[in-house]
Structures are given as C-alpha cells and as structure tokens.
C-alpha cells in the first residue's frame, strides 16, 4: 500500500534555482493539495486542485505554481526560490471528508 | 475567514495519567468537520480522530475521545493512560462541510506539542 510519495525526501537549493517537488497518489482520489510546515504556524496550503485539470490558490500561493495534468500526479514548482520558502511541504490527497497526507519533503533554500 | 486556536504550545503528561488538549474555532458555518491529527517525529501526518458538528456525541477512538461544545466553538482531545508513543505534535483542523467550488481545505491550528514523562 503506497498511497502518496513524495520525492525527494529532503532538498537543499541555492537562492534563485528553480525546483519542482513531486507528489504522486494510487489511491484514485480527485482533491490534491499541497501545505507548507513552518515552525509556530502549522499547516498552511499553498494549492489545491479538486479533479485533474483545474487548480486554485490557498492560503500562500505566491512564489509557486502546480499542475494537474492526470489524476495520480500533483508536482509542486517553486521558479525561482527565496529563502523564506525554507521550509517542509506536505501533499495530500482527499477523499470525501478525510484528508491523507505524504511524508513531506524539507527543503531549504540558502 | 476561519480560524483555529490551540493556546497550549507545550504540555507534559506522566506515563499512564490523562492529558486534555486544547482547540477553539471560529466560523460563520453551522456544519463543518473537525479533526485532531499527530504528527511524530517522523513528520508523518496522522489522523487521531474526527467529530462531524451536525453529530452532538463525541466522537471516541480507543484511548482517544473528544470534547466536541458546538455553542462554545470548542474541540479539546482527550487522552487516556497516556503512553510513550503518544509524545507528538498535535493538531488541531477544521474543514467546512461544503465549498461550493472551493477546496474543502483544512485549517489547522499551530499545534501543540505533548511530552510525556516515564
């Protein structure tokens, strides 16, 4: 039983590079988000798309840009990245009232 | 907007003994989900337990059991025989039950985390 990976575990970038944090699900399900972790702040979401093809913005969704081209996948782009962006990133997906979170990627950004 | 509150950044609880956290909520909606989640060390998200509003019981797992006041817009957790495992993060989220178009995204309060003690 996979559910969601997420890829890599851990990630640390130079200012200024570009990066994209993959996120991939075998569960079917149609809702995907991506949320940040800060220290102090809790989870805060960055993105959702409700079924494959169309995205919206959360809470902070400046700096990033995601994709739904399929079902399964949900990648996460950072263009151009800044040190606030430090930070660890969850993807989950949802079914129904129920929320399912990958084990998140660290990345920092120096 | 909603928002949700966990005042206690730290509690410590002995091995065995019952620990409450704390979580209030505010919103304009009048059926909504809440949830607790733990996350240990390993970061790993994972559900505790879940309280429906438009269910006045409250919702119980095993040695995990809710404090669900609707009127009060409280949520606490409680646990019982407290036991070294349950050292973690908590969270505290609420979802509205319907978004229209929008996300259906949880809102989670800042967490807080439980020690315990052998």
């Known amino acids: 039983i996979a559910g969601i990976t997420q890829a890599p575990t851990s990630q640390i970038l130079a200012a200024g590079r570009r990066m994209t944090l993959r996120c991939t699900q075998d569960m079917r399900h149609n809702a995907m988000y991506w949320y940040r972790q800060d220290l102090g702040l809790g989870l805060r979401l960055i993105h959702y798309s409700n079924t494959a093809g169309t995205t919206g913005k959360g809470e902070v969704p400046d700096g990033y840009s995601v994709s739904r081209a399929n079902t399964d996948d949900f990648p996460l782009t950072l263009a151009s990245a800044v040190p606030s962006q430090t930070s660890v990133y969850f993807c989950?997906?949802?079914?129904?009232?129920?929320?399912?979170f990958g084990p998140g990627t660290r990345l920092t950004v120096l | 907007a909603q928002t949700v509150t966990q005042s206690q950044p730290e509690m410590s609880v002995q091995e065995a003994e019952t620990v409450t956290l704390s979580c209030t909520y505010d919103t304009s909606e009048s059926d909504y989900y809440l949830f607790w989640y733990k996350q240990p060390p390993s970061r790993q998200m994972i559900l505790v337990i879940r309280?429906?509003?438009?269910?006045?019981q409250n919702a119980t797992e095993n040695r995990f059991s809710v404090n669900f006041q609707k009127a009060a817009k409280s949520f606490s957790l409680k646990i019982s025989d407290s036991q070294l495992g349950d050292a973690a993060m908590y969270f505290c989220?609420?979802?509205?039950?319907?978004?229209?178009?929008?996300?259906?995204?949880?809102?989670f309060g800042k967490g807080t985390k439980l020690s315990v003690i052998p």
């Open positions: 309280q429906e509003a438009y269910k006045q």
């Open positions: 989220a609420y979802r509205p039950a319907y978004s229209g178009a929008g996300s259906y995204q949880l809102t």
């Open positions: 989950a997906s949802r079914e129904q009232s129920e929320q399912f």
